[in-house]
């Protein structure tokens, strides 16, 4: 719980809702999703640049090339064709944050991502995954 108040504090800290190409965090949110739900490498990539981050518990990824790696490496463990195990559970946008609550039946997870999208570029992206018996 602490976290999710952390996370929140940080939202509402936030206020900036467009991009200076006028693309919107919300539509570089939507169609970075949509990519990801459709296994798509190219369109995870498209709202990156190479000072993008992602990064989670202990490992860090920078720029294009590696996160092209690490998608294709989830990808791996999360689609089979075209078809993505994940489900988007909850989308919470404030300004140039977003908070995706999601889950992947199969292996019992849950997870919390972050991401800060900055004039029409997705700049930083932070991956949290629990077991939900952690959680019991």
């Known amino acids: 719980m602490r976290l999710l108040s952390i996370v929140y504090l940080t939202l509402v800290l936030c206020s900036t809702n467009s ?3 006028g693309t919107s965090s919300e539509t570089v949110l939507q169609e970075t999703l949509d990519a990801f739900m459709n296994c798509d490498v190219d369109g995870f ?13 202990g490992w ?22 075209s078809e993505n ?18 889950s992947k039946a199969p292996t019992n997870t ?22 939900k018996s952690d959680f019991e």
Do not use: M, P
């Not at 990539?45 to 518990?57: A, E, H, P, T």
């Not at 860090?60 to 064709?81: A, F, H, P, R, S």
């Not at 195990?85 to 999601?102: A, D, F, R, Y």
């Not at 849950?110 to 077991?131: A, M, P, S, W, Y």
């Open 60 to 81: 860090k990824v920078q720029g294009k090339e590696e996160i092209k790696g690490l998608i294709q490496y989830i990808y791996n463990e999360v689609c089979e064709g």
């Open 45 to 57: 990539l498209k709202y990156r640049n190479d000072q993008s981050i992602v990064f989670g518990s």
């Open 19 to 21: 991009s200076a190409e």
């Open 85 to 102: 195990i994940v489900s988007i559970n909850q989308v919470i946008t404030h300004g140039e944050l977003s908070l995706l609550i999601w």
């Open 110 to 131: 849950i997870g919390l991502d972050t991401l800060q999208i900055r004039d029409g570029v997705i700049i930083n992206q932070n991956i949290h995954e629990f077991k």
